[in-house]
Nanobody, 114 residues
Framework: QVQLVESGGGLVQAGGSLRLSCVAS????????MSWYRQALGKQRELVAT???????NYADSLKGRFTISRDNAKNTVYLQMNSLKPEDTAVYYC????????WGQGTQVTVSS
């Protein structure tokens, strides 16, 4: 059974930082590209960042410089370091594992207060 479990969300003041984690089980983690998406209330889910199996990264243009995605294959974990958070970063953040199939986590809420 494939599971992706996100953690690290919470309430933070504007300008603060959070690090999200997503632990995967039931897949060969190193064979999957890993991504973070987010969905704000009433909006479509959007791609935040992706890291490939060889560690190449890609970010939404609006988030470059503030967010950093990384992975630890030994721990089956992908991270999202979020700095200089803004109220508009408030959303549910999801991780996604992609190879021939794709799997999603249940999400973790991030709330940034002004």
């Amino acid at each position: 059974q494939v599971q992706l479990v996100e953690s690290g969300g919470g309430l933070v003041q504007a300008g603060g930082s959070l690090r999200l984690s997503c632990v995967a089980s039931g897949i060969v983690f190193s064979s999957y590209a890993m991504s973070w998406y987010r969905q704000a209330l009433g909006k479509q889910r959007e791609l935040v960042a992706t890291i490939t199996t060889v560690g190449a990264t890609n970010y939404a243009d609006s988030l470059k410089g503030r967010f950093t995605i990384s992975r630890d294959n030994a721990k089956n974990t992908v991270y999202l370091q979020m700095n200089s958070l803004k109220p508009e970063d408030t959303a549910v953040y999801y991780c996604k594992a992609t190879a021939l199939l794709a799997y999603w986590g249940q999400g973790t809420q991030v709330t940034v207060s002004s």
